[in-house]
């Protein structure tokens, strides 16, 4: 038999079927996103930028910060002029400051510039956004270290979090550089990467988002996908990373994966769609340093209810589950417990009480189709076995149409319709014909 071409239109609809979810769970975040200097004057700008603004579309709110670093030195290069670095840091003297003045405001206008492109065959027509930058980076000295006067470099003081805020509520996209000023009215040259993960920690932002100059590789020069900030420390106190650029970048996604900010990624720009990929497939394509478990099980919340329809409606569709109401998902959210992954919902179950108060019903389980055969689905029920022993029930009760075998493999033992209790006996759908199951716990 020969396989039948592939058909784009459909590859487009399952891509865009399968990008909702990750769409609703960024929506109304903030991300800090960090764009290196030499992206910037690479061809992959542009696509950059574009999807930035599709972020900003999707509802995200965003800050963005430019690094500068290749553009300084270009000009103290033609210059002539010499900088010292101690710590990956430049001595920024009154030659480098200027230096980094031009790059920055010529930076700062070409982004700028870059985001007003409204042309009819680009993916911004019709795109209206605001960039701001401004005075929002208050900087103070790094002074004088180990001897050296650092002079007019600087690192963050105060970063103006209300200011910000106002502007993200506005739907504007806003922009630091890493020159700050001083209430003293000094400029000083900062290290971009600091900026940014900074203002993550002060915005209390959902995520930060470096876009480097290389992957994160391991010993074995494979990509790290997660790894924790105390991991990340030991691959950099083992001199793994070699790459300074992505070294700086690394310490800086620990420091804000330290400090609150729940995802810090590290991504390769040259590599196309670097951003996208990272923030609408399943597992990602750069690096993710993370404090939390990657996945968590919990308690159902308010907020929830949009992550499980979008679970469980397919299934509904198709006639496994049996419909819910987002008025009623809303009143029962509290019986539901959920598996977290990156903001996104991938399986839903929830737990009913029946009227003898020593048994329960499962219903609503559910595995996002993408996640299932990992151990989910009984990690689920064991965290509902757990929770209705502490109810204090006996008995556990599921009607299935389609997932029969599975529940029996999890203990469950099949049973007659009229075994239920009293009152779920009666409401019994017939037509719907389920297999009932129960299980003593
Ligand atoms: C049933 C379901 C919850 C299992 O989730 P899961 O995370 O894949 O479960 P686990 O990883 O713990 O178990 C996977 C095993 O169960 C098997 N399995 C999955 N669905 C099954 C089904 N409907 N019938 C029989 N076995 C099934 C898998 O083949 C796998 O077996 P293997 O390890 O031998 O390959 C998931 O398939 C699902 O959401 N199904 C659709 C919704 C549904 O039917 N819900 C029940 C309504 S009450």
Known sequence: MTTPPRDPAQDYVTWFRNSTPYINAHRGRTFVVMIAGEAIESGSIQHIVHDLALLNTLGVRLVLVHGARPQISARLTAQNIYT???RHTRITDAAALAA???AVGNIRLRIEGLFSMGLANSPMYNASLQVVSGNFVIAKPVGVRDGFDYQHTGEVRRVQVDAIRRQLDAGNLVLLSPIGCSPTGELFNMNSEEVASTAAIALKADKIIYLGTAPVLDANQQLVRE???QEAG????????QDADTERQLTAACHAASNGVARAHVLDFREDGALLRELFTRDGHGTMVTNESYET??????????GILELIAPLEQAGVLVRRSRERLEAEIKRFTIAERDGMV???????PLEDGRSGEVA?????????GGGRGAKLLGHLEKRARAQGMRTLYVLSTQAMHWFQEQGFEPIDVDAL???RKSLYNYQRNSKVFAKPL
């Open 84 to 86: 010292r670095f101690e």
């Open 100 to 102: 980094a003045l031009d």
């Open 227 to 229: 790894i924790t900030p």
């Open 234 to 241: 030991q691959l950099l106190a083992k001199e793994v990373v």
């Open 297 to 306: 099980l919990r308690n159902a919340y308010i907020e929830d209810v949009g």
């Open 346 to 352: 991938v399986a839903c179950a929830a737990l009913y």
């Open 364 to 372: 609503c389980f559910a595995v996002h189709p993408d996640y299932r």
């Open 421 to 423: 209790p009293g009152e």
